[in-house]
């Protein structure tokens, strides 16, 4: 018995809309990042979804360099915040001001 698309895209959404509310509510930018990365895995397991139920490979193979960017991005982004805590000793985002306009 194989579990419907429906029910996949449902803990999507809400993965999606968890992730999206700890970007607009949280002021830690590595709660910020984990809440991105909640994001990107929520729009993954939609990926993998309607790749399983279409038969194809397509959405696995998208997943596939999801994953790599948001590796990527976390690498980039860590070490900003690291030198950004080692500049101003905090890692909330409405005290740093480096870079306002």
Not at 21 to 47: D, P, Y
Not at 57 to 80: H, K, N, R
């Amino acid at each position: 018995m194989a579990v419907p698309v429906e029910y996949y895209v449902l803990v999507s959404a809400l993965l999606f809309a968890l992730g999206a509310l700890g970007v607009l509510t949280r002021r830690n930018a590595i709660v910020i990042f984990m809440s991105i990365e909640l994001m990107l895995n929520a729009a993954n397991l939609s990926f993998v979804a309607f790749s399983r139920a279409l038969e194809g490979l397509d959405g696995q193979l998208f997943v596939f360099f999801v994953m790599v960017v948001a590796a990527a991005e976390v690498t980039v982004g860590l070490a900003i915040i690291v030198t950004l805590y080692r500049n101003w000793k905090t890692i909330f985002v409405d005290e740093i001001r480096l870079l306002k306009g």
